[in-house]
């Protein structure tokens, strides 16, 4: 168990890794990434029951996690070397010529964590539904979670797995949005409306939780309370409320930092506003 202090002193980290990152690349995501952050290091950090060593692509017997919007791949990769699963100076290579963190997470590099190839938007809750079936069957009673963002909602893939978890009472998933109203080109109220979003998974037939997905003890306590909710015959959802480019205050409100490097000078602007905690990589 964690302390919240300790899981925020992780996600400090965990969010300067991402743009240190980026910025050696000259290329990524980093706005979805740091909106996403507390999340991902709650469910790693507190929440999974997961085994990162020795690394089991079936995860069996074992929580599992399956991110839907690959291009989070530097938070992802980060959370995934800080908890155990590869070493955290790999990440250094980040978008490299033979690395094995490429710009999207795919499987053919056998980078320990990934189980799924993601970055083509919309079939993360697909695969979830699959593993939560194995699981099922198999008679193991871990939980599979998945992350969304809020502009993959766009395609029509996650309708169809939606309409499946609630029709079929999948009680086995808890999936999330990371919905920070923006997307690639703009927000999304202008892209195409999400109009009442809780009432829509509502009317799919999920449970649905909603938090500020920027405040690390209300993340832990929603998460708490979807853990409660499983096994009910019921799909859970829940909607993260946060804030693209979260923690560096020239990169919130804006979807322009959805997916371009900082330069030299943005880097140490960025980095005197997020606290060396655990050592950068
Ligand atoms: C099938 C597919 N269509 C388009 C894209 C290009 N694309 C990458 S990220 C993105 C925006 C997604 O928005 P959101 O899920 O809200 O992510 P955020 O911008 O918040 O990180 C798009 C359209 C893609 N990766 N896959
Ligand atoms: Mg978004």
Redesign the pocket.
């Known amino acids: 168990m964690s302390s919240v202090n300790e899981l925020k002193d992780v996600a400090k980290q965990v969010r300067r890794d991402i743009i240190r990152m980026v910025h050696g690349a000259a290329s990524g ?1 980093i ?2 990434s740091l ?1 996403s952050t507390d999340y991902l290091v709650a469910l790693h950090f507190e929440m999974m029951d997961h085994i990162p060593e020795p690394f089991d692509m079936t995860g069996s017997d074992q929580d599992v996690f399956i991110l839907s ?1 690959g ?2 791949s530097p938070l992802y990769y980060s959370v995934l070397a800080r908890s155990g699963y590869f070493p955290v100076k790999e990440l250094a290579t980040f978008r490299k010529i033979h690395s094995r963190l490429q710009g999207h997470p795919a499987t053919m590099e056998k980078l320990p964590g990934i189980r799924i190839a993601s ?4 079939q993360g809750l697909s695969v979830a539904i699959g593993m939560s079936r194995a699981k099922k069957l198999n008679k193991d009673d871990k939980l599979v979670y998945c992350l ?6 766009d ?1 029509g893939q996650p309708w169809e797995a939606i309409a499946y978890c609630g029709s079929k009472k999948v009680d086995n998933i808890i999936a999330a949005v ?1 919905y ?1 109203h ?4 703009g927000d ?1 109220d202008d892209v195409m409306p999400l109009l009442d979003l809780k009432a829509k998974f509502e009317a799919f037939g999920w449970d649905v939780l909603e938090c500020n997905g920027n405040d690390m003890a209300e993340v832990v306590s929603t998460l708490n309370q979807a853990k409660e909710l499983t096994g009910k015959e019921k799909p859970i959802m829940l909607l993260l409320h946060t804030e ?1 480019g979260m923690g560096v205050d020239f990169m919130m409100h804006t ?1 322009k930092w ?2 371009i490097p900082p330069n030299d000078e943005q880097l140490e602007k960025a980095l005197a506003q997020l606290e060396e905690t655990l050592g950068d990589y």
Do not use: V, Y
């Open positions: 995501h706005g979805g909106s919007n291009h989070i970055g083509s938007l919309g969304m963002g809020d502009g993959e909602l395609e990371d920070n923006k997307q690639i080109d999304t693209m979807h959805h997916g």
